[in-house]
Each structure stands twice: as structure tokens, then as C-alpha cells.
């Protein structure tokens, strides 16, 4: 599914990314942990294509493909979907409006045929329904006053309606109590299928109690130090991070 | 192109057959003494009436026929509104639908206006504005031989929305079309006015001067919803003057596409205590348009509210102006006032110039003012992106968004309808996005 090796890359003229290799296989979960700074965050955004980010040495091959050469909008068509560890407001457009052009812009590219509005509706409603999301926020702006818990749903929503083969969860637990959590584990969860990868950027492992990885990484100055499987969570758990730098 | 100077003589020398029981006889002399706008004018600094100039407008009046079948498709389904359709500045009975109210006495033209009606006009006609100050409304003034009264007696609430649709009808040669509207609600009165001016086919001819005065008595309330969406050829001077006594609630909600030259005057006066005002607005331009945006706040009296804020969309090779001015006199104590000037500025070759002025004379005041001038969110954009939307379409939405969120406080849902149609129609002309508008 995804193969990166060797990924330097900077922000600003400073190094961030400092050799990352990570192989992923369909239907595997990766869990990657690390403290703040360790460029989490900036990983993801390399690989969803984020203006910024210099890409000086490496690879990333996504289906066999070089993931690096697409733009944002072509990686999201071909599967690969960042819920965001910031989620952006935009008031003005509708989250309905925003859901229906990113999934008919999706469906266009892998061919599938464009859903009407009452059919796009009805699905939308029903993902709402089982991310416990009222279904009143889909009139609403998009993220536009939403709650920190609102907002990572809102990103499991989209997951679900766009269907990726690669997620990469930027920090989904931060900001959540525990009953949201477990809706949004659950979401998770759900789409989880034996196929679909998933990355999952988090600090504290509390997440990884309710999605269980398979392999979990620890970033230290944008380099993976230790990989290891679900025990190590625990082991970061209990005696933090510093062990490990 | 003739000068200014000769444009105001020729203005004054006007054929003109003004009604002949106005009192305010001193109309034509303050049209006389208005100070006529140059460059070193401040309030007219970025707008020079060039395009007034270079035609000769003044020459004849607009002719007020329509297409009727054009003309329909323009007014929005306002069911239950009284309708009154002025085609270049002269009701058109067979478009509107306003009997009832006519009957009732609430609206009626200055010329089929009884002797009591009479006494109201002249008791308010021009008494919100100041003239010196105001030329094209004096001009207005100055000739005005015909007018709509709209009066909401006291202690009412008017059930229907009072509908006022302006069209412009293309001329063959240059022509001035005027109008003018005065609205007097007597205490305890509500009401909505929707005011729509817009057009059947190229403006290229036409000028067309308008007045609204707006006089609301104690505890009057009035929503009012203006919508601007003619064609960019028109040059159009627009004044709308309102006096709010005390205890009274005026909430404005207002969309203006930029034209040849569009300025439009706003002027709120307090003349009593506890009184509020919102006004709510969205201005866009493109192409080589031009719009101006000039509200004056009169905080006069002590314990009233004013709340502004207007987003701004300018593109192309436009130019927008919004100058907003709250003005807090010695004894306004207690005054609120915010206002707010945010704007998308998509091309280096749009200008805009965004001035909010404060000018406080009382002490125990809370106030604030800001103005922002930003472009398209790289955050945002990425985040379309990611979502599989290509950068032309995220571009274009986060453009819709960023007005929408104005158009969705329309408390019409027929008015927002009918914006949403010109605002795609507006959008998919813009240069900068031409290419890029895949809705
Ligand atoms: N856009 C940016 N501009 C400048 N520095 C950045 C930017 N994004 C990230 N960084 C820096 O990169 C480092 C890693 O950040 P990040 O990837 O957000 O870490 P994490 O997600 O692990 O907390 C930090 O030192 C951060 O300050
Ligand atoms: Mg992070």
C-alpha cells in the first residue's frame, strides 16, 4: 500500500522529516507516537501533499505509484484521506455542500456513478446517525462552530463517505472525552475491512485501547527510533517518553 | 466629457415641474449651495464621477417601458408581499400588486397623495438628510415631481413585506431615471421593506438617482432588505437616510454588485435614546467596475446601539470603497457601537480602499472598528484539496462562502433564493475565476 523511504523534508529551510522509511500493508494499522514536535504532524502533511513542505531526499510509493508527484486533490481521488489534527471552519459553505463536492469529485475519478442529492442525502444522514453526529449539522458551515469533538466526527464522516484505501488520523483522540472517543473508535473501526490501511498519529495511547494497531512507531526528531507492536504503546504509556530520545 | 462645475449648472437648469405644494421650497437653492464633488473632496476622494460625465444624462428622462416577460423573471417569489414595480423611476401598475395597502392608505404616490398624506410628506421630506452635504439627493430635491410614501400607522404590525422593485429598462440615448421613496412609521409600527433594484438588459444609458428616507417614530421597528443586482453598465447614486427616535429597531440586510459607478450613501441618525441599529452588508466587484460604500453613524443621543459589518469581494480590475464612520456625540453617554469591514481582495489589479473612522465626543462609550483586506485561506484551499476538490472549484466555493455567509443572514428565504441565482450568474463571469467556476 505505501512505502516510504529514506523522507527528508523541510519547512522553512529547517529540517523536520529527517529519514523516515515505513511500509504499510493493506489492512494493516499503523500506530505512530511521539512527543510534540517530533513531526507528526508534518509526516502526515507530506504525504496529503500540503503546500510548504520540501520534500530534499527519499520516496513514497503509494499502489506502486510516486505518491509525491500528485497534487493534494489527485492522492485524496486515489485514496488517501488526512483527517486533520486541526480542522478548518469555513463559514459560507454548507458541510452538506462541501460532503457532496469533495464525494462527487471522488466518485467522478474512480468512476462511479455521481449520486443525486436525495441518495447523497439519505447516506450522509445515515453516517451522522452512526457517528452520533445530528443530522441538522450537515445544513450547518463547515467545522463552523463546531466543537473540538464535532470536528474530529466531521473527519471520520468524511472517511466514511469518501472511502480512502490509506487513512492517516492526525491526532483524532486529542480534544475528546472518552464517550467521543469510543464513537469515533468505533467509526474507525467500522470502516476497517481487512483492505483499508490506516496511520494513526497519536500522542497518548489511550486511543490505541479502542483501535487496536498492529504495529506501533516511535517518532523522535523526524526519525522513527524504536517500531514495535502494541506493547510498546503500553511500555510509552508507562514510562514516557524521554526513555526512548 | 464636460466639467463638473458645468454638469451641476446644467442640473440646475432643469426643466423641472416639481409638485407644487412641497414646502421645502428651499430645495433648489440647497441643491445650488451642495458642494459638488472634485478630487479634494474627502467623501469623494476614490469615486471621481467621471462617468457622469461623459455622458450626457441629463439630456432627457428615462422612457419606463419594460419587457414585461424580462421584467417578471426579475422579482422574487414574494408571495405575499405588496408589490410596487418602478420602471426607471415610474410605477408600473400592470407589474405591481400593492392595493391593498393602497387602499388602506399605507403607500401611495406623492401625486394621488390626499391632504393629510400631503402634510406628512412635507412634515418629513428631507429632514434625514443634509443636503449640503448630500448633492445627488438634493438634485433629487430639486426635481422631484413624483414619490412613493410608505406610512405604517401607529401601533401596527404589518403582515405583508412591503416590496419595492427598481428595473431599469435599456435606453437608446442617455437618460436620467430618479426616484425617490420616504417611509415615516409612527410609533409602535412594524414592518418589512425589501428594496431590489435591478435590471432588463444593458444600462449603458442610464443614470439613475435614488432617495429613500427612512423616519422611524418611537418603538417603530423595521427590517429592511436592499438588493442590488443590475447591470454593470449603470451608473447609480444611491442616498438612504434614516432617522430612528427613541426605543426604535432598524436592521438592514444589503448585497451590492459594483456597476460603471455605484456609490451608495448610508446615514443613521439617532434622535432619541435607546434605539438600534444593524445593518448587515455585502458589496462585489469585477471586471473594471466601481462601488462605493459611505456610512455615517450619528450617534446623537445616549444609550443607543449600532452594530456594522460588511464584507467586501473585489476582483479584476475593480475598485471598491467602504468608508464607514461612527460618530459619538458629547451627550451620546452609554452609546455601543461596533462596525466591521472584512475583504477578499483576489487580484493585484482590484483596488479597494477600507477606512473605518471613529470620532468620539463622550466619555463612557464602547466601541470598536476594524477592517481586514485578506486573500483565499491556504489552509483552507488544502483542506478542499484533501477532500479531492481541485484548487479552481475550492477557490470558487471558499469565493461563495466567504458572501454567502452574509447572504445566509437574509431573513427572507425568497430574497436569499433569488441572490443565490445572481450571485452563481455574478461568479460565473468573474475573470479571475472564469476558468475555474465548475458549479
Ligand atoms: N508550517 C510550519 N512552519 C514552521 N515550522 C513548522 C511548520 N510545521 C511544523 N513545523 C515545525 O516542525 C516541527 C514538527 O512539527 P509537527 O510535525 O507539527 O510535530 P507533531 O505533530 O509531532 O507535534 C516542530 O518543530 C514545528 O515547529
Ligand atoms: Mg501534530
Known sequence: MLIVKDLVAEVDGKTILNGISLTVNPGEVHAIMGPNGSGKSTLANVLAGRDGYEVKSGSVLYKGHDLLELEPEERAREGVFLAFQYPVEIPGVSNMQFLKASVDAVRKHRNQPELDSPAFMKLAREKCKSLSLNPDFLKRGVNEGFSGGEKKRNEILQMALLEPSLCLLDETDSGLDIDALQVAAEGVNALRDGQRSFILVTHYQRLLNYIVPDYVHVLSAGKIVKSGGRELALELEAKGYSWIQ | ??????????????????????????????????????????????????????????????????????????????????????????????????????????????????????????????????????????????????????????????????????????????????????????????????????????????????????????????????????????????????????????????????????????????????????????????????????????????????????????????????????????????????????????????????????????????????????????????????????????EAMLCLGFVNEKVEQIPSPAIQQLVADRLAAFFNDVDKLKSLWGM
Open chain 2, 1 to 394: 466629457m464636460i466639467s463638473p462645475n458645468d454638469w451641476k449648472q446644467q442640473a440646475l437648469n432643469q426643466q423641472h415641474t416639481r409638485l407644487p405644494w412641497l414646502h421645502n421650497a428651499a430645495s433648489q437653492s440647497a441643491f445650488a449651495a451642495a458642494e459638488l464633488p472634485t478630487r479634494k473632496t474627502e467623501r469623494w476622494k476614490y469615486s471621481p464621477i467621471t462617468a457622469l460625465l461623459q455622458q450626457d444624462y441629463l439630456a432627457r428622462s428615462a422612457s419606463a417601458t419594460a419587457d414585461e416577460t424580462c421584467a417578471r423573471a426579475r422579482l422574487a417569489d414574494l408571495s405575499n408581499a405588496s408589490r410596487i414595480v418602478l420602471v426607471n423611476g415610474v410605477l408600473n401598475r400592470a407589474l405591481s400588486d400593492f392595493s391593498d395597502l393602497e387602499n388602506q392608505g399605507v403607500i401611495t404616490l406623492f401625486s394621488m397623495s390626499n391632504p393629510e398624506q400631503r402634510e406628512l410628506v412635507n412634515q418629513h421630506l428631507g429632514t434625514a438628510c443634509n443636503h449640503s452635504q448630500h448633492l445627488f439627493a438634493a438634485f433629487n430635491d430639486s426635481m422631484l415631481n413624483e414619490g412613493l410614501l410608505i406610512h405604517a400607522p401607529a401601533m401596527q404590525k404589518l403582515a405583508q413585506p412591503v416590496y419595492l422593485v427598481y428595473l431599469g429598462a435599456p435606453q437608446a440615448e442617455p437618460a436620467l431615471a430618479q426616484s425617490r421613496v420616504l417611509l415615516v412609521a409612527e410609533p409602535g409600527a412594524e414592518l418589512q421593506l425589501v428594496e431590489h433594484f435591478d435590471s432588463c438588459g444593458s444600462q449603458a444609458n442610464l443614470f439613475h438617482n435614488h432617495v429613500t428616507e427612512i423616519v422611524l417614530q418611537p418603538n417603530a421597528r423595521l427590517r429592511h432588505i436592499r438588493v442590488q443586482v443590475e447591470d454593470e453598465a449603470l451608473v447609480h447614486i444611491n442616498g438612504l437616510h434614516i432617522q430612528q427616535a427613541r426605543d426604535t429597531h432598524y436592521e438592514q440586510h444589503g448585497i451590492a454588485f459594483g456597476s460603471q459607478l455605484k456609490r451608495n450613501d448610508v446615514n443613521v441618525t439617532f434622535t432619541g435614546e435607546n434605539a438600534h441599529c444593524e445593518i448587515n452588508g455585502v458589496f462585489l466587484s469585477k471586471h473594471r467596475q466601481h462601488i462605493d460604500n459611505h456610512l455615517n453613524l450619528e450617534h446623537a443621543k445616549p444609550h443607543c446601539t449600532s452594530n456594522t459589518s460588511f464584507k467586501g469581494f473585489v476582483t479584476d480590475e475593480s475598485r471598491a470603497v467602504f468608508n464607514g464612520r461612527i460618530h459619538i456625540h458629547k451627550d451620546a453617554q452609554k452609546t455601543e457601537a461596533h462596525l466591521n469591514n472584512k475583504n477578499l481582495l483576489l487580484s493585484k489589479k482590484a483596488e479597494l480602499n477600507t477606512k473605518p473612522e471613529l470620532e468620539i465626543y463622550a466619555d463612557d462609550v464602547k466601541c470598536s472598528h476594524g477592517a481586514s483586506i485578506g486573500q483565499l485561506d491556504e489552509k483552507s484551499l488544502f483542506y478542499f484539496q484533501s477532500r479531492g476538490i481541485d484548487k479552481a472549484s475550492a
